[in-house]
């Protein structure tokens, strides 16, 4: 059985930076595509970044590219999502999500079957 357990949300002043992590059991960063999204009230789930099998390429949607940066440790199956320079309009809930695609990784949801629980961040102004 897959899961994915987030922490590390909360809340911080714009400017400020947090990092979310994501612990993997059942299933193995190292061979699959990975990645986080989040989502605000009344909007759909956007795809902020993912990141291969080995970690060599990564991806980012332009709203936060330069900002947050994902990375991963294989050997802890941990994944990561360093964020910096956070504005109010990055509030939402926060989710990883694992992939069985291990090229090209996705950036959309429909790409991802396992999916975390969620984490909040909230940044004030």
């Known amino acids: 059985q897959v899961q994915l357990v987030e922490s590390g949300g909360g809340s911080v002043q714009a400017g400020g930076s947090l990092t979310l992590s994501c612990a993997a059991s059942?299933?193995?960063?190292?061979?699959?595509?990975a990645g986080w999204f989040r989502q605000a009230p009344g909007k759909e789930r956007e795809g902020l970044a993912a990141?291969?099998?080995?970690?060599?390429?990564?991806y980012y949607a332009d709203s936060v590219k330069g900002r947050f940066t994902i990375s991963k440790d294989n050997a802890k199956n941990t994944l990561y999502l360093q964020m910096n320079s956070l504005k109010p309009e990055d509030t939402a809930m926060y989710y990883c999500?694992?992939?069985?695609?291990?090229?090209?990784?996705?950036?959309?949801?429909?790409?991802?079957?396992?999916w975390g629980q969620g984490t909040q961040v909230s940044v004030s102004s």
């Open positions: 999500a694992a992939s069985l695609y291990t090229v090209n990784c996705p950036m959309r949801p429909v790409g991802f079957i396992y």
């Open positions: 059942g299933y193995a960063y190292r061979s699959n595509c």
């Open positions: 990141i291969s099998p080995g970690g060599s390429s990564t």
